[in-house]
């Protein structure tokens, strides 16, 4: 179903990272659902969570543990997001992460661990611990596109992006994986997401670059309006190219961080063209606003619209619906005659009121292809969004109802 | 698909209204489409409208009119929202406005207009004239489930409702009808709702009466979190009884607050029960909070939910989406060890984690069932609200994709 999204392309190693899988058989039967990502040591490590009060276990986890010394592994599983688990799944997660750290030869607190699946069922800590020793002994600096697959849970395919520049004369890679097509919501990192760079840089500094990267593209998607428990982004820095990054004010620091942003802008894309059950990219655009807040309110009013995304599944130019979403935002005394709405180039609506010259023909066109474009353009001020959504079809109820049963 | 509807009942006449209903083929074949509701001189009315910023043009020139006289007539078609259509909407429900004007000999301002139906497309004015006189000569007051019929778009199931009681030593009634089934959001009337006494009320009194009913009832329900452009609630009073109510003081006036609250809260759950391909009745109750307003936010943050609405829809006990919902609904400082989750009578979650005794089984017993209820206790204060809502299913995709098309 994913809305034009192509197969996985090529995934470049970074040095100093190193990511094996295996079927432990948590949930999903005969496929990789268990996954480490090893870093060598002297990496750095920042990392952005779920903001829901509900976050789950291994969040809580990851957060203590991130709070000590920099990680050597981070242990995945799929299947089960050992969510809604109280104090026995704080328990499971440290559990787990003692058995990976003792085959490892580091602290517990080295480890970070993550899940994703089904939220209220306790971690099956015997099969992952049963597990390890086999994902330990496959890792290889070429295993990103087989973890971007062990992480999946309704993702019909598999997500990740390499950008590869160079900087001070030596190249530099960036690679990320990411996976997430339902609770998808802009509030934070909105999914599970790992990105490493063989570049050097200090913690601090690799933190604002993450936020940074995670602000322009994970938090400005929406699948369904859910944020889920479990979300998580990391960014490790490995240190192994011959370029290193004191501070935010170092000009190779902008190349970082542009190849970081370009990579979380591709994965969070990715994840709405793969939203559930989606067959439209929608690209929602809000200019003209007083500020940044108004042109987010009215751009995630129609993007989380039902009708407007019923209406973008059918092809259906139904503007009044976008128009309704426009006018119930919320935006303090909004003129409705200084607004102009465009589906994809055709200009709909002008100064608040029908354009002379729209035809049905034409946003009939604009709405039959795969990416469309709705563009509100509010007049009273220079603020302006874009965000992305994808639309509400037979196969997300599907989805969502058949899922767990 | 409407979830325990049952059929219209008998509703009661109410002296000093008469109503009629033609099909005028404003977008329908072959069905009433067009009502007037006819109330005798001397009666007072009150309405709420829809705080949409693009407000249909009959709420505009219903807003206008209501300033001035009070009504005589109210004018209503189905199939055409008269909204998006700009100044020639205004010019086109004055028009229509006129017309019935000058066949009831009075003045155009004594008319208020409502259209429901799709947006963006000029009334058929000729079409709503040219069926006018008709319309007049089959008047009566018995033509209130007529009239229910004839405003229904996406509904499958007239609604209405009445309710008969003593004051004063003399008999009232109170009798109400909307429509409604899909962009329903709490915040103001959120659909069509037409409401007549024969008690005598002065306007600021019935005002207040209205008001109060509909933020118990009409601002309490959810379908889909869309505010439609032509939202408005209507109540009549034609002063044809005994009773006399001449201040919010009067101890009659508590008798009729709450005859009218109930017919009120009658037709809106009514529309829930017959959202867009509901199949599910579901209330959703948070208690424990510090205040009304965080009360609000988690509920409408649950009935919002499409993951929780699918989960209802295929009578999946998938209390950790619930979860989920409480904690992204941004209450402040959330302590989860506080939280409570019902589903019906089962303790899912008690003091933030899973209640020993929960079984799955409970809860897929409560789940398969037509109303469901989803109660939360978050422990952290004495303020609590109910709502409703419906679940999500294939079919509000389906009509939602199709409508219009």
């Not at 690209?283 to 619209?305: D, H, K, L, P």
Request: net charge negative; hydrophobic share 45%; glycine share 10%.
């Amino acid at each position: 179903m994913a809305a034009g999204l192509e197969h996985l392309q090529e995934l470049l190693p970074v040095a100093g990272v190193e990511l094996g899988t295996v079927a432990a058989g948590i949930r999903y039967r005969d496929r990789p659902d268990l996954a480490i990502i090893a870093v060598t040591g002297g990496s750095t490590c920042a990392a952005v969570f779920t903001r829901n009060a509900f976050c789950a276990a291994p969040v809580i986890v990851a957060r203590r543990h991130l709070a000590g010394n920099s990680p050597r592994f981070l242990l995945i599983n799929a299947g089960n997001a050992n969510a809604g688990t109280g104090i026995q799944g704080i328990v499971d997660a440290e559990t787990c992460c003692a058995t990976l750290a003792e085959l490892g030869g580091v602290a517990s607190t080295a480890i970070l661990p993550f899940s994703t699946g089904v939220i209220g069922e306790l971690l099956p800590v015997s099969r992952i611990q049963a597990a390890l020793p086999q994902v330990w002994q496959v890792c290889s600096p070429t295993g990103w596109s087989s973890v971007a697959r062990a992480i999946m849970t309704t993702d019909t395919v598999p997500k990740g992006t390499s950008v590869h520049f160079t900087c001070q004369g030596h190249p530099v890679t960036v690679t990320g994986i990411a996976k997430g097509s339902g609770m998808i919501r802009p509030d934070m990192a909105t999914m599970l997401a790992f990105l490493a760079t063989d570049a050097q840089v200090p913690k601090k500094v690799l933190q604002r670059c993450l936020a940074r990267g995670v602000a322009e593209s994970f938090n400005r998607i929406t699948v369904d309006g859910d944020t889920s428990t479990n979300d998580a982004c990391v960014l490790l820095a490995t240190g192994q190219s011959e370029v290193s990054i004191a501070t935010i004010e170092d000009p190779a620091f902008a190349a970082l961080q542009q190849a970081v942003t370009e990579v979380c802008l591709s994965l969070a894309q990715a994840i709405v063209r793969d939203g559930e059950g989606a067959t439209k990219f929608i690209t929602v655009e809000v200019a003209g606003g007083r500020n940044i807040q108004e042109c987010e309110q009215v751009a995630y009013t129609i993007a989380q619209s039902p009708l407007v995304k019923t209406a973008c599944f059918a092809s259906d130019p139904n503007w009044g619906r976008i128009l309704a979403a426009i006018g119930r935002s919320g935006v303090p005394d909004l003129e409705i005659t200084g607004v102009s709405l465009y589906l994809g180039e055709a200009c709909v609506i002008h100064g608040g009121v029908l354009h002379p010259e729209y035809t049905e023909e034409q946003g009939r066109t604009v709405m039959a292809q795969d990416d469309i474009t709705l563009a509100v353009e509010l007049g009273r001020g220079d603020a302006r969004v874009q965000i992305w959504t994808c639309d509400l079809s037979f196969a997300y109820v599907k989805i969502n109802a058949e899922y767990r049963s």
